[in-house]
């Protein structure tokens, strides 16, 4: 019973937890793609670097609070810097759209050129951040790291497998679900999530009807770019900062809003869980887990891996191949903002 107990927090300490707060950073940043292919109708290539863009004024901000000895004590000072992050980032997406996308909208044009301009736009943003915070790994993570430690946990529980919790992981799930009810409140609760949502459904319906398109339009990129900063926020913070791994992550995080459904803000948050889950759990080494859980003295020679950490971005790419090949339409199919 004593190596089941153990084998089990063995798996939680490095699969379920970090699957769980990885899920909650992919659900955040595919609900932002999602949302703006619901309602915009496009596939913004652009997104993860709207992530590192927004992440960027955090972390400025954040160093200025600290360089003035403003902090939150046990809690990250960047959540003070998130707000300044947030807004930096809607009035960047916001110019854009007025100096890009409006263009396109007003000739109607296809959704492929659309998604050429958001490659346009991705390779813009991503030469600003490497410009003004530099291409290598900024960590801005300050206060308590720990809300359990494995030492603590063993010396509770007696086991020889200890659990650790980290503040930045806690903080993720907890986030996570607080924006998603806000954002499902303010899509189905308030006059212009209801807008929006009538948009998305029918668009020449929706402009009968009085709803003012450049409204919808202006909320919708708010929305994305506080998703994104929020996202990419709580990214920085359980691993590290670097522009290049916001541009990678864009791959889970399509997959993400692939695999729930493209429109369908619970496929994404649900996608998310999934692409997360799946990363972690191909790319852990099983070896001390089937130890504990096998015969008596009988260990793996090897890892027991199925795929080194450095694939971990081929497993999205795989699930990816996999749904649009059987399942194009995703889990939700049917389903729209």
């Not at 809003?257 to 759990?281: C, D, N, R, T």
Request: with cysteine; aromatic share 14%; glycine share 10%.
């Amino acid at each position: 019973m004593t190596d089941i107990l153990n084998a089990f927090i063995l798996l939680s300490n490095f699969v379920l937890i970090p699957a769980i707060a990885y899920g909650s950073q992919l659900a955040l940043g595919a609900l932002g793609i999602t949302l703006i292919y619901g309602i915009l109708r496009f596939s913004n290539f652009a997104h993860g670097d709207t992530m590192a863009f927004g992440t960027m004024f955090v972390i400025l901000f954040t160093w200025w609070f600290q360089s003035m000895g403003i902090n939150l004590g046990p809690l990250p000072t960047a959540l003070l810097a998130l707000p300044f992050g947030i807004a930096c980032c809607i009035g960047f997406v916001l110019i854009t759209d007025r100096t890009v996308y409006k263009f396109y909208r007003k000739q109607k044009a296809a959704p492929v050129i659309y998604v050429i301009a958001s490659v346009g736009v991705m390779f813009v943003m991503n030469g600003l951040v490497r410009f003004v915070i530099g291409p290598n790994d900024q960590r801005f993570a300050d206060g308590e790291r720990f809300i359990i430690k494995a030492r603590e946990f063993k010396q509770m529980t007696g086991l020889s497998e200890g659990m650790s919790i980290k503040v930045s992981q806690g903080l993720t799930l907890v986030t996570a679900v607080l924006v998603v009810i806000a954002l499902f409140w303010f899509l189905n609760k308030t006059r212009t999530g209801k807008s929006m949502r009538a948009y998305s459904d029918n668009e020449d319906l929706a402009l009968l009807s009085g709803i003012d398109p450049d409204k919808v339009v202006r909320v919708t990129w708010i929305l994305a770019a506080v998703l994104a900063t929020i996202a990419g926020t709580l990214y920085g913070l359980d691993k590290s900062f670097k522009p290049f791994t916001y541009f990678q992550l864009l791959l889970p995080m399509f997959a993400a809003a692939i695999v729930g459904g493209l429109g369908s803000p619970v496929g994404a948050i649900a996608g998310g869980f999934v692409i997360a889950f799946s990363e972690i759990m191909i790319t852990y080494p099983y070896k001390k887990f089937i130890a504990y859980i096998g015969p008596d003295g009988w260990t793996p020679n090897g890892l027991m891996q199925l795929l080194a950490t450095d694939y971990k971005f081929a497993v999205s790419f795989i699930i990816l191949l996999v749904v649009l090949l059987f399942k194009p339409t995703g889990l939700f199919a049917g389903k729209s903002v």
